[in-house]
């Protein structure tokens, strides 16, 4: 098993341009999440998902929107990249029936935004 | 909103010694999760050991133990027998029982082990 990937690992953008990071894990988990990490500070959610289909909002979604059409894949996008938003980004997913939720994490995305 | 504290940003050991990591946190709830993961160089995030607020019994894994203090909101990490491999960042979070799709972060403790 690959267990969490992300794609891609690195990416710089310039003000005003979009894109989407993709999350896909192997492990069959219901919970996806989205988090960001900035120097300083632990991971803050941005956006998870209970299962394929739905998305809801986590502790700082502005400017970011998400979708969760397959299972498997859990998709983080930017519409209009503001330099706030450099951050290392890490998705997660989780296995509805571990009582303890435990979240398994990919190997994160460095994102620039000059 | 739950808070995670990680006091110390650097903490160092030599190899085969043992260190103590601290975390504390602030909740008004009685039931929850606490865990320690660990972050190398890779960033990837790695789940070091978990503990249920419910449990008075300190979890442990190998090498791994940690010191729970429900009524101090104290939860540490100690790492016995150091090794080099265990160079990383460590962080301390944070799983509300009600709203378990919450988890709260704090900024973490770099790591160095010393040969």
């Known amino acids: 098993n690959a267990g969490v990937t992300q794609t891609p690992k690195f990416r710089v953008l310039k003000t005003g341009q979009s894109m989407t990071l993709l999350c896909a894990q192997d492990m069959n988990h219901e919970y996806m999440y989205w988090y960001r990490q900035d120097p300083g500070m632990g991971l803050r959610l941005i956006h998870y998902?209970?299962?394929?289909?739905?998305?809801a909002k986590g502790e700082v979604p502005d400017g970011y929107n998400v979708s969760r059409l397959k299972k498997q894949n859990f998709l983080l996008g930017l519409e209009s990249a503001a330099p706030s938003q450099t951050s290392v980004y890490f998705c997660?997913?989780?296995?509805?029936?571990?009582?303890?939720?435990?979240?398994?994490f990919g190997p994160g995305t460095r994102l620039t935004v000059l | 909103a739950q808070t995670v504290t990680q006091s110390q940003p650097e903490m160092s050991v030599q190899e085969a010694e043992t260190v103590t990591l601290s975390c504390t946190y602030d909740t008004s709830e009685s039931d929850y999760y606490l865990f320690w993961y660990k972050q190398p160089p890779s960033r990837q995030m790695i789940l070091v050991i978990r503990?249920?607020?419910?449990?008075?019994q300190n979890a442990t894994e190998n090498r791994f133990s940690v010191n729970f203090q429900k009524a101090a909101k104290s939860f540490s990490l100690k790492i016995s027998d150091s090794q080099l491999g265990d160079a990383a960042m460590y962080f301390c979070a944070y799983r509300s029982l009600y709203n378990n799709n919450d988890m709260r972060f704090g900024a973490g403790t770099r790591l160095t082990v010393k040969p």
């Open positions: 997660a997913s989780s296995w509805r029936g571990d009582f303890t939720d435990t979240q398994y």
């Open positions: 998902s209970v299962g394929e289909g739905t998305t």
């Open positions: 503990q249920e607020a419910y449990k008075q």
